[in-house]
């Protein structure tokens, strides 16, 4: 489920700026979080959080991914969502531009994020994980809180993709994967 808490009123890309949607907390909830509440209480897995600001719910101009007030005191303990939360990609200029995507995945990661994703440059990606440690050192980031996020992953996958065992324990059909193989070349 994306972008919570919502893209629907932004007239800006978040890939090209930051949107500021100017909604207060009543509004959003009477809109643009029905959907959201319908997921999280249909235990949806993962929920990615958007780029966008909510200026009158947080009084800054934070994006949502990378606000604790939206990340887990609205989505995690308001609305009571238990899964994955996933930023959106940290590469684009509504996070970039002032936080860079390596201090914007430590922020991520402050406000409840489980996963940050840097999708297209390997260089950010390193970068990020050294912010990371750097942050954990520091005592700017919880390795406790971290855990808990590793918890949910592992859950996750456990719940789509079962165990190593259950991984392990089937025998590969070559059949089946040079037919998947061809059809994505196509």
Known sequence: AKHFPGHGNTHIDSHLSLPRIMQNSEDLSKTELVPFQHLVDSHV?????????????????????????????????????????????LEMEAVAEKYGSEGGAVMALQAGADVVMICHTMTRQCGAIEKT??????????????????????????????????????????????ELKSNNLE
């Open 133 to 178: 440690y750097e942050a954990i050192q520091q005592g700017r980031l919880s390795a406790e809180r971290l855990h808990e996020s590793g918890k949910r992953i592992a859950a996750l996958k456990d719940r789509f993709t079962g165990g190593w065992d259950d991984v392990l324990s089937g025998s590969l059909d070559l059949d089946a994967w040079n």
């Open 45 to 89: 897995a993962t929920i990615m959080t958007g780029h966008m600001a909510l200026p009158l719910i947080t009084s800054s101009d934070t994006p949502c991914s990378l606000s604790r007030m939206i990340t887990t005191d609205l989505l995690r303990d308001q609305m009571g969502f238990q899964g994955v939360i996933v930023t959106d990609c």
